[in-house]
């Protein structure tokens, strides 16, 4: 019997531990592997820096959730740089959107300053008309897109950057494989910071990487793993795997909850503009309708009338919502992106970022609309 996406990751990919007949995956703790007498391997693991057991359920299981196959890495910047390091050469011309999580896109201006790439940063919706045929060699897109959840179209991204000889790789963290799965719309390389929902308890730094299969892309990843050195530890693997078992229930929770705050917050004084792309009124939302399912995140932004000033006053009285930086846990989580990203930020002076955990969407609305005085 074929086991449905829920399944799999509720059951961390349904293994039973053959010596001892454990449902939960073992944690492996060592660093190197034996070898028999002629000096063979007595298994398929030789030292910690390539991988370790405890990897494969996680692994397996987003493989499967994504329909490919999956690396992890010790954080979700260093799953993206794999992806740019292991796939570009010097001089390459790169497409990018310009909106993405801020570190990734200074990572990447760093990265085109070391390997003197031509970077090409343009708005979500000029991303395919960018690609240079025969001349552009990867296309990053991150949809939706952290802060201001900008929706970005996979399937013709995929398709202008496979026509000029590019890859396509896609941010899909906000995302979830719960509600999206790029590689069925053309992307050759989904990447997530694993720090988010996919372990969904704010207890866990990882990344992953997801391509279609074992080939040379897989190969090359790895390879680039093993080299810098960017391997996850086998604790964060096991909470990774754990983590993976909720996803679904979390997200389904998640997304109902924001677009109920997103509405409600759309009629709420104080507001000037709710960012969701589950709304009609988001310039995205066809296009997220079209290529998400089940929902739209449990990300939005406000837009708070009064500016920056008055932005950090409705932060500062929230009592529900924790003020911290990163999002997909179990706890609501509000911040001002602009004072995080510091100076240089793309990000409004007057917007809020809020991350919608698992307590009653009623109590969060009260919340927010106790701070803004509404």
Same mark, same amino acid.
């Given at each position: &019997?074929?086991?449905?996406?829920?399944?799999?990751a509720? $059951?961390?990919?349904?293994?039973i531990?053959?010596?001892?007949?454990?449902?939960?995956?073992?944690?492996? @703790?060592?660093?190197?592997?034996?070898?028999?007498?002629?000096?063979?391997?007595? +298994?398929?693991?030789?030292?910690?820096r390539?991988?370790?057991?405890?990897?494969?359920? *996680? /692994?397996?299981?987003?493989?499967?959730?994504?329909?490919?196959?999956?690396?992890?890495?010790?954080?979700? &910047?260093?799953?993206?740089?794999?992806v740019?390091?292991? @796939?570009?050469?010097? +001089? =390459?011309?790169?497409v990018?959107?310009?909106a993405?999580?801020?570190?990734?896109?200074?990572?990447?201006?760093?990265?085109?300053?070391?390997?003197?790439?031509?970077?090409?940063? *343009?708005?979500?919706?000029d991303?395919?008309?960018?690609?240079?045929?025969?001349?552009?060699?990867?296309?990053?897109?991150?949809?939706?897109?952290?802060?201001?959840?900008?929706?970005?179209?996979v399937?013709?991204?995929?398709?202008?950057?496979?026509?000029?000889?590019?890859?396509?790789?896609?941010?899909?963290t906000?995302? @979830?494989?719960?509600?999206?799965?790029?590689?069925?719309? +053309?992307?050759?390389?989904?990447?997530?910071s694993?720090?988010?929902?996919?372990?969904?308890h704010?207890?866990?730094?990882?990344?992953?990487?997801?391509?279609?299969?074992?080939?040379?892309?897989?190969?090359?990843l790895?390879?680039?793993?093993?080299g810098?050195?960017?391997?996850?530890g086998p604790?964060?693997?096991?909470?990774?795997?754990?983590?993976?078992r909720?996803?679904?229930?979390?997200?389904a #929770? $998640? *997304?109902?909850?924001?677009?109920?705050l997103?509405?409600?917050?759309?009629?709420t004084?104080g507001?000037? /503009?709710v960012?969701?792309p589950?709304?009609?009124?988001?310039?995205?939302?066809?296009?997220?309708?079209? $290529?998400m399912?089940?929902?739209?995140?449990? &990300?939005?932004?406000?837009?708070? =009338?009064?500016? #920056?000033?008055?932005?950090?006053?409705?932060?500062?009285?929230?009592?529900?919502?924790?003020?911290?930086?990163?999002?997909?846990?179990?706890?609501?989580?509000? /911040?001002?992106?602009?004072?995080?990203e +510091?100076?240089?930020?793309?990000?409004?002076? =007057?917007?809020l970022?809020?991350?919608?955990?698992?307590e009653?969407?009623?109590?969060?609305?009260?919340?927010? #609309?106790?701070?803004?005085?509404?």
């Amino acid at each position: &019997m074929k086991k449905s996406p829920e399944t799999l990751a509720a $059951q961390a990919g349904g293994r039973i531990d053959a010596p001892t007949g454990a449902l939960v995956p073992a944690l492996h @703790t060592s660093t190197t592997f034996a070898r028999d007498p002629g000096y063979a391997l007595v +298994g398929p693991h030789e030292y910690a820096r390539d991988d370790n057991p405890t990897f494969l359920p *996680c /692994e397996d299981v987003l493989g499967e959730l994504e329909g490919g196959a999956a690396l992890v890495f010790a954080s979700g &910047m260093a799953a993206a740089s794999a992806v740019v390091e292991s @796939t570009v050469r010097t +001089g =390459d011309h790169v497409v990018a959107s310009r909106a993405m999580y801020w570190s990734f896109r200074n990572r990447l201006r760093a990265l085109a300053d070391r390997f003197a790439l031509d970077l090409e940063l *343009c708005d979500p919706g000029d991303v395919a008309r960018a690609v240079r045929p025969g001349v552009t060699r990867l296309v990053w897109i991150e949809t939706p897109a952290n802060p201001t959840w900008d929706v970005v179209d996979v399937a013709a991204a995929a398709g202008a950057a496979h026509a000029g000889g590019a890859l396509l790789a896609v941010d899909s963290t906000a995302a @979830t494989p719960v509600l999206s799965r790029p590689l069925e719309l +053309g992307a050759d390389f989904v990447m997530h910071s694993a720090t988010k929902y996919l372990s969904g308890h704010g207890d866990v730094v990882a990344g992953a990487v997801v391509v279609r299969d074992r080939g040379p892309l897989w190969q090359s990843l790895r390879a680039h793993r093993r080299g810098a050195g960017s391997v996850l530890g086998p604790f964060e693997a096991w909470l990774l795997s754990r983590g993976m078992r909720t996803l679904f229930v979390r997200v389904a #929770r $998640q *997304c109902e909850s924001a677009l109920a705050l997103a509405e409600a917050l759309a009629k709420t004084p104080g507001i000037r /503009e709710v960012l969701y792309p589950g709304l009609p009124t988001h310039p995205g939302h066809a296009i997220a309708a079209r $290529q998400m399912r089940g929902g739209f995140g449990g &990300m939005l932004s406000v837009r708070v =009338d009064g500016g #920056r000033a008055r932005a950090l006053e409705v932060a500062g009285k929230l009592t529900v919502f924790a003020r911290a930086t990163s999002f997909g846990g179990t706890e609501s989580l509000v /911040e001002h992106r602009a004072s995080v990203e +510091g100076p240089g930020s793309l990000a409004p002076e =007057d917007l809020l970022r809020l991350s919608v955990g698992l307590e009653p969407a009623s109590e969060l609305l009260d919340d927010l #609309r106790r701070a803004l005085g509404a």
